[in-house]
């Protein structure tokens, strides 16, 4: 694991560990499959029927964002590798049914970004040795890990980034290669290379009345602070879109897990906001309070995935959405 930001004689301030796969020998894949509706059962009607059957994924969660110029998106994650994913996506059942014309009159929006992770772009961690995201089908955890909780541990933690910068030149405001049809009602964006993509968790389910009442009065409304933080300033933290999620059960009821869904123009975007804007820097000295106030016994996990995108192999369709949707606003 490349050392290139660890300041000497690190020691962590607290524990943390990756998520560990056997075969590294084909990336993963995420697939986040979106609708803009409060009520989700037209794209229910195709997950029944997609996320089963031949070459199915590794594991689907659902979440629900709040989206300020719409009611909600209502948002399945699933996970393959890649192999798997390509062969489930030719199925004319799957990806037939987002090249139908009848979605452009269902009077919703539609979206799906798909992010392929190969391993040497791509790394996770957790604060407990519970996965998370796509660490549920991993083989084993690694750690307790040294490469955290300095500026630049996450870009150490990506294998590339020992002989690769990992920038994307280019600025936030684009544009972004596209494809447009079907009037500008249908747009197939390609990211860009180095876009870094960043999947952050936070679960406290198992916290609790204490811990859990400390952690939604004063670390949670940190965090959504933050969050908005990245949303609503693209030009000065580089973040193209960033989205908090409110994890759901299979039947769209509430849990207490979240995440944000960030994309930002590259690692260093969301490396510079970490080292230094007020914002996470409260954020993370909330939770070294957590760790202060409740110890060894902490019951609250956070974890995160995060990958720098490759050229090829990712695609983010966006059918009859609001121009602000993803990344839209930067074609």
């Known amino acids: 694991m490349p050392r290139n930001n660890m300041p000497a004689d690190w020691v962590p301030p607290v524990p943390a560990w990756q998520s560990h796969w056997q075969d590294r020998s084909d990336a993963l894949v995420a697939g986040y499959f979106g609708i803009q509706s409060e009520d989700a059962t037209l794209l229910d009607e195709w997950a029944r029927t997609a996320f089963h059957g031949e070459h199915p994924p590794l594991s689907v969660e659902r979440g629900v964002h709040a989206d300020p110029q719409t009611t909600n998106d209502c948002i399945y994650i699933a996970y393959w590798r890649r192999r798997d994913y390509r062969k489930w996506w030719a199925k004319p059942e799957h990806s037939g049914w987002w090249n139908d014309p009848q979605r452009l009159g269902d009077g919703v929006g539609y979206w799906r970004e798909i992010v392929t992770m190969p391993f040497d772009r791509f790394e996770t961690l957790h604060s407990t040795q519970t996965p998370h995201g796509v660490g549920v089908s991993a083989d084993a955890m690694d750690g307790p890990i040294d490469e955290h909780g300095y500026p630049g541990g996450m870009r150490d933690r990506i294998p590339l980034s020992?002989?690769?910068?990992?920038?994307?030149?280019?600025?936030?405001?684009?544009?972004?290669?596209?494809?447009?049809?079907?009037?500008?009602?249908?747009?197939?964006?390609?990211?860009?290379?180095?876009?870094?993509?960043?999947?952050?968790?936070?679960?406290?389910?198992?916290?609790?009345?204490?811990?859990?009442?400390?952690?939604?009065?004063?670390?949670?409304?940190?965090?959504?602070?933050?969050?908005?933080?990245?949303?609503?300033?693209?030009?000065?933290?580089?973040?193209?879109?960033?989205?908090?999620?409110?994890?759901?059960?299979?039947?769209?009821?509430?849990?207490?897990?979240?995440?944000?869904?960030?994309?930002?123009?590259?690692?260093?975007?969301?490396?510079?906001?970490?080292?230094?804007?007020?914002?996470?820097?409260?954020?993370?000295?909330?939770?070294?309070?957590?760790?202060?106030?409740?110890?060894?016994?902490?019951?609250?996990?956070?974890?995160?995935?995060?990958?720098?995108?490759?050229?090829?192999?990712?695609?983010?369709?966006?059918?009859?959405?609001h121009s602000s949707t993803g990344l839209l606003n930067y074609i």
Not at 192 to 209: E, F, H, K, L, N
Not at 257 to 264: C, D, E, T, V
Request: proline share 5%; aromatic share 10%; glycine share 6%.
């Open 162 to 321: 020992d002989h690769d910068s990992l920038q994307n030149p280019n600025a936030v405001t684009g544009p972004l290669k596209s494809r447009v049809s079907d009037g500008g009602r249908r747009v197939l964006v390609t990211p860009p290379q180095y876009m870094c993509v960043i999947r952050s968790g936070q679960d406290w389910s198992a916290c609790d009345t204490e811990e859990k009442q400390h952690y939604l009065k004063k670390l949670h409304p940190v965090l959504l602070k933050g969050m908005r933080f990245l949303r609503e300033n693209p030009m000065e933290t580089r973040c193209y879109s960033l989205r908090f999620v409110e994890q759901k059960d299979t039947q769209w009821g509430a849990t207490e897990l979240s995440f944000g869904l960030g994309y930002a123009v590259d690692v260093h975007a969301f490396e510079a906001w970490a080292k230094s804007h007020p914002t996470h820097l409260a954020i993370f000295g909330g939770f070294l309070n957590m760790v202060e106030t409740f110890g060894p016994e902490m019951k609250l996990q956070l974890w995160h995935e995060v990958t720098s995108l490759a050229k090829a192999d990712c695609e983010f369709e966006y059918i009859a959405c």
